[in-house]
């Protein structure tokens, strides 16, 4: 078994620098968007209308589902709660 060390992989070249708060400047940051959470909403949201005979509703709630998750930060921090990009 060869020792080259050129094909070893660093983690952290990989995936670039941590992100960090700029508010308290911690490290301990999580996603804060979940896209298969937005998956159950927009499908809670549909069976619903559908359920009520109301898609028009429906789709203007999933609509603004949306537009909120597009908009919001996608990093929290865990110690202060500041959302960021």
Known sequence: MPDDDE??????????????????????????????LLLVIVLSVYGAGLAVDQLPLAFLVIVVTLVIYYVLPAFQCRDCGSRFD
């Open 7 to 36: 094909d070893v992989i660093d983690a952290e070249v990989v995936d670039g620098s941590l992100k960090r708060c700029p508010e308290c400047e911690s490290y301990d940051v999580v996603r804060g968007k979940s896209a298969a």
